[in-house]
């Protein structure tokens, strides 16, 4: 491959899957600065590494991967400030309705009260929107794990959002 088609299925990749980089990144550090700068981070690794890319298809999935492991480099070399996740605010391109907020709020608040272990996988198919293969593959799970724990983070947040359920009771989640 030439360096001017090098050059174009990069762009191509950063320009696909550069807003659902970002949507994951915040996802996992909960401060946009640094989410920049992993994907910053991940296009770099990317960009010396994509002739081992030979499935174009596999690119989304190649790309969080190398951003979840520049996350996990973070905590390596330095550990990040703590930002309290009240303070972040990651725009949705539609505008909601006032209810609609709430509902996403508290939506939000459930899933980053639930242990890792359910968040991750569940964030990774309904905000990234990946197959429970691809989840497998990233989380280093069997398929049937992954299935499992997406039930069982979907089975918490209904008991947790359910009304006349007791809202209060963060370890309900874990």
């Known amino acids: 491959m030439n360096d001017a088609d090098r050059q174009r299925q990069f762009d191509a990749l950063a320009r696909r899957y550069s807003d659902d980089l970002y949507r994951f990144a915040v996802w996992l550090c909960r401060d946009p600065t640094l989410a920049n700068d992993l994907i ?5 690794r ?10 174009p298809d596999a690119a989304k999935s190649w790309l969080i991967t190398i951003l979840r492991r520049e996350f996990a480099r973070t905590f390596e070399r330095k550990v990040p400030p703590l930002t ?28 980053l009260q639930m242990d890792q272990k359910y968040r991750e ?53 874990t």
């Open 40 to 44: 910053q981070e991940t296009y770099v």
């Open 46 to 55: 990317a960009w010396k590494g994509l002739d081992r890319l030979k499935d």
């Open 84 to 111: 309290d996740i009240d303070g972040v605010i990651v725009e949705d391109r539609v505008s909601l309705m006032p209810d609609d907020q709430t509902e996403r709020d508290l939506l939000r608040q459930a899933m």
């Open 121 to 173: 996988p569940l964030v990774l198919q309904t905000v990234m929107g990946l197959s429970v293969a691809e989840i497998a593959e990233q989380l280093d799970l069997t398929e049937s794990a992954v299935m499992t724990r997406v039930f069982r983070a979907r089975e918490k947040l209904k008991s947790k959002l359910q009304p006349g359920t007791n809202q209060g009771n963060v370890h309900e989640l």
